[in-house]
């Protein structure tokens, strides 16, 4: 089955901007969907495809795909966005659904 | 809004039954454009799709290639919640257990995690 890379750990300044990527070949048939988990906490939907955004999740998180990558951006950082993020997609081979690995995001 | 509430023990013998269950609030596990699913995390696999029950005109299930032929899913319309049994478990199948709603492609809700470990 496919699978999905993403960098294991990524730091970025309060109020910057930072992008988490995501890698694998199902995002060049499939969109890409982010969860943000903090400790101890179950995962939480952040975003998928173009942009779209669950209520109540913030502006400053936005999607963006090409080729076989897919990325998540923060423009402005907040204290409260240090956690681990997750990427996964739909899937052809083997199983119907793929994870990344994840991202643990610092925020310094 | 989608609620979904798990149950189920924490502590499982090797070579024994793994059972969960998750129970929905803001919705029906027979809606035609969701689809149930168990999720698993632990710090060696990650997150790890274990399988899913949809219904769209009859009940329909997938699971991970691995599982096959070890899981079951099943749902409950009577108590509008869904269920997860992994047989023959073994220490490799410590880890957390999540239930997800997924709707358009997405995992947009999640239940709060149980963590099983299998031990003697």
């Known amino acids: 089955s496919s699978e999905l890379t993403q960098d294991p750990a990524v730091s970025v300044a309060l109020g910057q901007t930072v992008r988490i990527t995501c890698q694998g070949d199902?995002?060049?048939?499939?969109?890409a969907s982010w969860y943000q988990q903090k400790p101890g906490q179950a995962p939480v939907f952040v975003i998928y495809?173009?942009?779209n955004r669950p209520s109540g999740i913030p502006d400053r998180f936005s999607a963006s795909s090409s080729g076989n990558t897919a990325s998540l951006t923060i423009t402005g950082a907040q204290a409260e966005d240090e956690a681990d993020y997750y990427c996964?997609?739909?899937?052809?081979?083997?199983?119907?659904?793929?994870f990344g690995g994840g991202t643990k995001l610092t925020v310094l | 809004q989608v609620q979904l509430q798990q149950s189920g023990p924490g502590l499982v013998k090797p070579s024994q039954t793994l059972s969960l269950t998750c129970a929905i609030s803001?919705?029906?596990?027979?809606?035609?454009?969701?689809?149930w699913n168990w999720i698993r995390q632990s710090p060696s696999r990650g997150l790890e799709w274990l399988g899913r029950?949809?219904?769209?005109?009859?009940?329909?299930?997938d699971y991970a290639v691995s599982m096959r032929s070890r899981i079951t899913i099943n749902p409950d319309t009577s108590k509008n919640q869904f269920s997860l049994q992994l047989i023959s478990v073994t220490p490799e199948d410590t880890a957390v257990y999540y239930c997800?709603?997924?709707?358009?492609?997405?995992?947009?809700?999640w239940g709060q995690g149980t963590l099983v470990t299998v031990s003697s």
């Open positions: 997800a709603r997924e709707g358009g492609g997405s995992y947009d809700s």
């Open positions: 803001g919705d029906s596990v027979s809606s035609n454009s969701a689809a």
């Open positions: 029950t949809y219904y769209r005109s009859k009940w329909s299930n």
């Open positions: 199902s995002l060049r048939s499939y969109y």
């Open positions: 495809g173009k942009n």
């Open positions: 996964n997609s739909r899937d052809r081979s083997g199983n119907p659904v793929v």
